[in-house]
C-alpha cells in the first residue's frame, strides 16, 4: 500500500501540468527538411518535403523545395516529373522551374533540351534571380557541348512570326520594294478591317511610293479621325503636304510634332526625319538631340541626322565632324564620303550651307549610277531572287532618267512575274512619260502575257485600254529599223507569190525582236537588208522552199556570211521559242 502511494506521487511530480502539444504542419517539416539539408542528410530532407507536399498540395513552392532535393539526389527524372506538373496544373508562371528543369535536362545530357528551358526563362525573366547563372549556363552549353540548335530554331520562329505578321499589316511588301502588291493588299486589309491603324498607315506610305499622293493623303488623314495623335499619321501627313506645297497646312500640320517629345527611339526618329524633310532644319536639330538620349551615341542615323541638320543650318564644321565619325561605320561609309566630298566642293565654292537629306540611304545620283552598272551586268534571275535589287528597279522606275527607265522596263519583262507587271501598269498609268516610253512598258507587258485592263495617258487625258487588244506587233513602232526589216521581207514574200508564208515570217521575226533586240538596248541594226535576207532565208527553208543562200544575198545586195550570221541569230531563238511552245502543249 505504501509503494502505491509512493508510485502515484512521483507520477504526478513527473508529469508537466501544461502540456503543449506538437504542431505537425508543412512549416514544421520545411525547417526539420533545411536541417537535413544542412547536415547533407539528403534522404531524411526528402521525407520532410514529401510531408510539406501532403499537408499543402496545393503550394507549388513545396513541389519545388521536392524536385531540388530529388535532383540533388541525382533522380533528375522525378524532378523533373513535378516541375512539369507545378508549370502545367499549378502555376505556369512559375519562371524558376524553367530554369530548375534546365539543370536537370543537362545532366541528364539532353543539352538542347537544356537550352529550350533556359531561353524560356529568360524569356519569362530577363532580369530574375537566376537570369545571370542561366546567361552563363547558355553560353556553356553553346561552347562546350556544340549547343545553339534552340537559339537557332527560337529565330527562326521568331522571324517567321514577324513575317508573318510584316504580311498581315503591310511592313513586309513595303520593305521589299513591292509596293503596288502592298496597295493591293493593304486596300484588302483595310476593308476588311477598318480599324487596323497600322495597315492605314502603311497604305498611306505604300500610296506615296507608287505617286498616287491623293490617296495618301486621305489614307493619312483617315487615321487621323480616327486616332487624332497618331505620330505615324502625323509625319505621314506633313511629308505629304510638304509635296503639295501648301505651306499654310503644312504649318499646322506640323504643329502637333514640335509639341511631342516620344519615348520610342524608332518614334522619335521618324519625328525628327519628318520635320527636317518638311524643312523645320532648327526643329529637327532640336528632335535629334533629344533623340540622343535614347540611343547610343555612335548611332548611325543619329550621326547623320545632325550632321544633315547643321549642313541645312549652314553649321559646316559640325557636319563634317559628325560625317567624318560616320565614315568609321562600315556600312555608312560610302554615304558619309559623299557627303564630305559636297562639304568640300561647297567650301570651295564659297557657299555657307549643304542641302542634305535625312534619310540614311545611298543619294539619288549614286543609286542611278548603281542601278545602271547593275542593269547592264546582273543576271535576270539576280533580280528575281534578290529583294534589293528589285527595290531598286521599282525605285528606278520611278525616279531614273530615260535611260534608265529603259534599262529598268526591260528588265522587269525578264522578271515576269505578277509583282513586275503591277509595277510596269502602275507606271503606265502616269502622265509624265512620253509615248515612247509608254510603247516600250506596253511591249513589256505583252512579252509577259498580261491581261486586262490599264490606264494610260493620251492627249485629251487619262483613258482605259485592254491589253488583249494592243496589237503584237506593236514592237516595230519601236526602232524605224525593226519596221523595215519587216516591210523588205513581206515586200518580198508578197511580189514572188509567197503571200501564204507572210504570217510564219511575222511571227519569227516579232519572236526575235521580244526575246532578243527588245532586253537589250546595246544591240542595233545597222543594215536592214542583211537581217531581211537573213528572216527569208530561214523561212524558206522552214517552208521547203528551195533558196540559194548567195542568190538570196546578191538579191538584197548584202554578203553570204551576213545573211549566214543573221539567219543563224534568227533561228536559235526561232527554235528555243518553237521548243518551249512544243513543251508546254505536252505539259
Same mark, same amino acid.
Given at each position: 500500500?505504501?509503494?502505491?502511494?509512493?508510485?502515484?506521487?512521483?507520477?504526478?511530480?513527473?508529469?508537466?501540468?501544461n502540456?503543449i502539444?506538437?504542431?505537425?504542419? +508543412?512549416?514544421?517539416?520545411f525547417?526539420?527538411?533545411?536541417?537535413?539539408?544542412?547536415?547533407?542528410?539528403?534522404? /531524411?530532407?526528402?521525407?520532410?518535403?514529401?510531408?510539406?507536399?501532403?499537408?499543402?498540395?496545393?503550394?507549388?513552392?513545396?513541389?519545388?523545395?521536392?524536385?531540388?532535393?530529388?535532383?540533388?539526389?541525382?533522380?533528375?527524372?522525378?524532378?523533373?516529373?513535378?516541375?512539369?506538373?507545378?508549370l502545367e496544373h499549378?502555376?505556369?508562371?512559375?519562371?524558376?522551374? $524553367?530554369?530548375?528543369?534546365a539543370?536537370?535536362? +543537362?545532366?541528364?545530357?539532353d543539352?538542347?533540351a537544356?537550352?529550350?528551358?533556359?531561353?524560356?526563362?529568360?524569356?519569362?525573366?530577363?532580369?530574375?534571380?537566376?537570369?545571370?547563372e542561366?546567361?552563363?549556363?547558355?553560353?556553356?552549353?553553346?561552347?562546350?557541348?556544340?549547343?545553339?540548335?534552340? !537559339?537557332?530554331?527560337?529565330?527562326?520562329?521568331?522571324?517567321? +512570326?514577324?513575317?508573318?505578321?510584316?504580311?498581315?499589316?503591310?511592313?513586309?511588301?513595303?520593305?521589299?520594294?513591292?509596293?503596288?502588291?502592298?496597295?493591293?493588299?493593304?486596300?484588302?486589309?483595310?476593308?476588311?478591317?477598318?480599324?487596323?491603324?497600322? %495597315?492605314r498607315?502603311?497604305?498611306?506610305?505604300?500610296?506615296?511610293?507608287?505617286?498616287?499622293?491623293?490617296?495618301?493623303? %486621305?489614307?493619312?488623314?483617315?487615321?487621323?479621325d480616327?486616332?487624332?495623335?497618331?505620330?505615324?499619321?502625323?509625319?505621314?501627313?506633313?511629308?505629304?503636304?510638304?509635296?503639295?506645297?501648301?505651306?499654310?497646312?503644312?504649318?499646322?500640320?506640323?504643329?502637333?510634332?514640335?509639341?511631342?517629345?516620344?519615348?520610342?527611339?524608332?518614334?522619335?526618329?521618324?519625328?525628327?526625319?519628318?520635320?527636317?524633310?518638311?524643312?523645320?532644319?532648327?526643329?529637327?536639330?532640336? %528632335?535629334?538631340?533629344?533623340?540622343?538620349?535614347?540611343?547610343?551615341?555612335?548611332?548611325?542615323?543619329?550621326?547623320?541626322?545632325?550632321?544633315?541638320?547643321?549642313?541645312?543650318?549652314?553649321?559646316?564644321?559640325?557636319?563634317?565632324?559628325?560625317?567624318?565619325?560616320?565614315?568609321?561605320?562600315?556600312?555608312?561609309?560610302?554615304?558619309?564620303?559623299?557627303?564630305?566630298?559636297r562639304?568640300?566642293?561647297?567650301? %570651295?565654292?564659297?557657299?555657307?550651307?549643304?542641302s542634305?537629306?535625312?534619310?540614311?540611304?545611298?543619294?539619288v545620283?549614286?543609286?542611278?549610277?548603281?542601278? /545602271?552598272?547593275?542593269l547592264?551586268?546582273?543576271?535576270?534571275?539576280?533580280?528575281?531572287?534578290?529583294?534589293?535589287? /528589285?527595290?531598286?528597279l521599282?525605285?528606278?522606275?520611278?525616279?531614273?532618267?530615260?535611260?534608265?527607265?529603259? /534599262?529598268?522596263?526591260?528588265?522587269? +519583262?525578264?522578271?515576269?512575274?505578277?509583282?513586275?507587271e503591277?509595277?510596269?501598269?502602275?507606271?503606265?498609268?502616269?502622265?509624265?512619260?512620253?509615248?515612247?516610253?509608254?510603247?516600250?512598258?506596253?511591249?513589256?507587258?505583252?512579252?509577259?502575257?498580261?491581261?486586262?485592263?490599264?490606264?494610260?495617258?493620251?492627249?485629251n487625258?487619262?483613258?482605259? !485600254?485592254?491589253?488583249?487588244?494592243?496589237?503584237?506587233?506593236? !514592237?516595230?513602232?519601236?526602232?524605224?529599223? $525593226?519596221?523595215?526589216?519587216?516591210?523588205?521581207?513581206?515586200?518580198?514574200?508578197?511580189?514572188r507569190?509567197?503571200?501564204?508564208?507572210?504570217?510564219?515570217?511575222?511571227?519569227?521575226?516579232?519572236?526575235?525582236?521580244?526575246?532578243?533586240?527588245?532586253?537589250?538596248?546595246?544591240?542595233? !541594226?545597222?543594215?536592214?537588208?542583211? $537581217?531581211?535576207?537573213?528572216?527569208?532565208?530561214?523561212?524558206?527553208?522552214?517552208?521547203?522552199?528551195?533558196?540559194?543562200?548567195?542568190?538570196?544575198?546578191?538579191?538584197?545586195?548584202?554578203?553570204?556570211?551576213?545573211?549566214?550570221?543573221?539567219?543563224?541569230?534568227?533561228?536559235?531563238?526561232?527554235?528555243?521559242?518553237?521548243?518551249?511552245?512544243?513543251?508546254?502543249?505536252?505539259?
Amino acid at each position: 500500500m505504501q509503494m502505491d502511494k509512493r508510485r502515484h506521487r512521483y507520477s504526478q511530480m513527473d508529469r508537466p501540468e501544461n502540456v503543449i502539444a506538437m504542431k505537425l504542419d +508543412a512549416s514544421y517539416f520545411f525547417e526539420r527538411g533545411m536541417r537535413f539539408l544542412q547536415r547533407n542528410d539528403l534522404a /531524411r530532407a526528402v521525407k520532410a518535403f514529401q510531408r510539406t507536399v501532403e499537408y499543402e498540395p496545393d503550394n507549388p513552392v513545396n513541389y519545388c523545395n521536392l524536385a531540388g532535393v530529388l535532383a540533388e539526389l541525382g533522380d533528375f527524372e522525378a524532378s523533373n516529373e513535378l516541375l512539369h506538373y507545378v508549370l502545367e496544373h499549378m502555376d505556369p508562371h512559375m519562371s524558376e522551374c $524553367w530554369f530548375y528543369l534546365a539543370n536537370n535536362y +543537362a545532366n541528364l545530357g539532353d543539352y538542347d533540351a537544356a537550352e529550350e528551358y533556359l531561353l524560356r526563362y529568360l524569356d519569362h525573366d530577363p532580369d530574375g534571380e537566376y537570369a545571370a547563372e542561366a546567361e552563363e549556363m547558355l553560353s556553356i552549353l553553346i561552347d562546350e557541348f556544340g549547343g545553339g540548335k534552340a !537559339i537557332e530554331r527560337r529565330r527562326r520562329e521568331e522571324a517567321r +512570326a514577324e513575317t508573318m505578321q510584316a504580311i498581315q499589316d503591310g511592313r513586309y511588301f513595303l520593305e521589299n520594294g513591292q509596293f503596288e502588291v502592298a496597295v493591293e493588299w493593304l486596300e484588302q486589309v483595310v476593308e476588311a478591317d477598318p480599324s487596323h491603324i497600322a %495597315a492605314r498607315n502603311n497604305l498611306s506610305l505604300a500610296y506615296y511610293y507608287i505617286g498616287q499622293y491623293e490617296n495618301a493623303l %486621305a489614307m493619312a488623314e483617315s487615321v487621323l479621325d480616327r486616332q487624332p495623335d497618331n505620330l505615324h499619321a502625323l509625319c505621314n501627313r506633313a511629308i505629304l503636304l510638304q509635296h503639295f506645297g501648301d505651306e499654310a497646312r503644312l504649318a499646322r500640320a506640323v504643329e502637333p510634332l514640335l509639341k511631342v517629345i516620344p519615348l520610342h527611339p524608332d518614334i522619335a526618329m521618324k519625328v525628327a526625319i519628318t520635320l527636317g524633310f518638311v524643312g523645320r532644319h532648327a526643329d529637327a536639330l532640336l %528632335a535629334f538631340r533629344r533623340l540622343a538620349r535614347l540611343v547610343p551615341p555612335d548611332h548611325p542615323m543619329l550621326l547623320h541626322g545632325l550632321a544633315a541638320a547643321h549642313a541645312n543650318l549652314g553649321n559646316l564644321r559640325a557636319a563634317e565632324s559628325l560625317w567624318r565619325q560616320l565614315v568609321r561605320l562600315e556600312d555608312c561609309a560610302r554615304v558619309a564620303d559623299y557627303h564630305l566630298e559636297r562639304v568640300r566642293q561647297a567650301r %570651295a565654292a564659297g557657299l555657307l550651307t549643304v542641302s542634305a537629306g535625312y534619310q540614311l540611304d545611298v543619294p539619288v545620283e549614286m543609286q542611278l549610277a548603281e542601278v /545602271r552598272d547593275r542593269l547592264q551586268t546582273s543576271s535576270p534571275d539576280e533580280w528575281k531572287r534578290d529583294p534589293l535589287l /528589285r527595290a531598286s528597279l521599282y525605285w528606278s522606275l520611278r525616279h531614273g532618267n530615260r535611260e534608265v527607265r529603259q /534599262r529598268v522596263i526591260r528588265a522587269l +519583262a525578264v522578271v515576269g512575274d505578277n509583282d513586275a507587271e503591277q509595277a510596269l501598269k502602275s507606271f503606265l498609268a502616269r502622265s509624265d512619260i512620253d509615248a515612247s516610253l509608254q510603247e516600250q512598258t506596253l511591249v513589256a507587258l505583252k512579252r509577259m502575257g498580261a491581261k486586262g485592263a490599264v490606264r494610260i495617258w493620251r492627249a485629251n487625258g487619262s483613258t482605259e !485600254i485592254r491589253l488583249e487588244d494592243v496589237r503584237k506587233d506593236i !514592237i516595230l513602232d519601236l526602232q524605224p529599223q $525593226w519596221r523595215e526589216v519587216w516591210d523588205l521581207a513581206e515586200t518580198w514574200l508578197m511580189a514572188r507569190g509567197l503571200r501564204a508564208l507572210v504570217g510564219q515570217a511575222r511571227r519569227f521575226w516579232l519572236t526575235y525582236l521580244y526575246d532578243e533586240l527588245f532586253l537589250d538596248l546595246k544591240k542595233r !541594226i545597222v543594215k536592214p537588208e542583211t $537581217w531581211a535576207s537573213g528572216l527569208l532565208y530561214v523561212v524558206l527553208r522552214y517552208a521547203s522552199v528551195p533558196v540559194v543562200q548567195r542568190d538570196l544575198a546578191a538579191q538584197f545586195n548584202v554578203s553570204a556570211s551576213s545573211l549566214s550570221k543573221c539567219s543563224s541569230r534568227l533561228e536559235q531563238v526561232v527554235l528555243r521559242a518553237g521548243w518551249h511552245a512544243r513543251r508546254s502543249r505536252e505539259e
